[in-house]
């Protein structure tokens, strides 16, 4: 390999990435309010649900508000303590249901529609929010 390629490739590798400062600000900020929403709205809907959930973490991803891993650990992202109380409640429940369905089929659908009958308005609501 030629010497000025791996220089460029270290220079890449050392810019750090985008916005990152201000994920890491933003997760000291809201993260415990995050953490504090998230746990008490799972325990809320768990009643109705009493799925297993593993450990719930608040993370700053960029491009998503929650995900589920196999092991049933719950993600959410800390810009869910800046969501209106019904899309915070729509995304706890989305996560949630994933735990019964780890898919979006319609199964997993008609699960969230149990709690948020008007989940589809709700989706699009959420998807309006943009990641800044
Ligand atoms: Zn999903």
């Excluded at 994920?23 to 009643?47: C, H, I, P, V």
């Excluded at 959930?53 to 929650?66: E, H, P």
């Excluded at 019964?100 to 609501?125: C, M």
């Amino acid at each position: 390999m030629f010497k000025w390629v791996r220089i460029v490739r270290r220079r890449i590798r050392r810019r750090p990435r985008p916005g990152i400062r201000a994920r890491r600000e933003g997760l000291l900020r809201y993260g415990e309010e995050a953490r504090g929403l998230a746990l008490s709205r799972l325990e809320y809907f768990n009643q109705f649900y009493n799925f297993k959930y593993g450990t719930v973490r608040i993370k700053a991803q960029t491009t998503r508000w929650g995900s589920c891993s196999s092991k049933g650990n719950l993600n959410f992202n800390y810009k869910m303590a800046l969501l209106p109380p019904h899309l915070v409640d729509y995304l706890v429940v989305h996560e949630l249901c994933h735990l019964g369905e780890f898919n979006h089929s319609q199964n997993f659908w008609d699960l969230v529609g149990k709690t948020i009958p008007n989940y589809l308005e709700l989706r699009a609501e959420l998807k309006s929010f943009k990641f800044h």
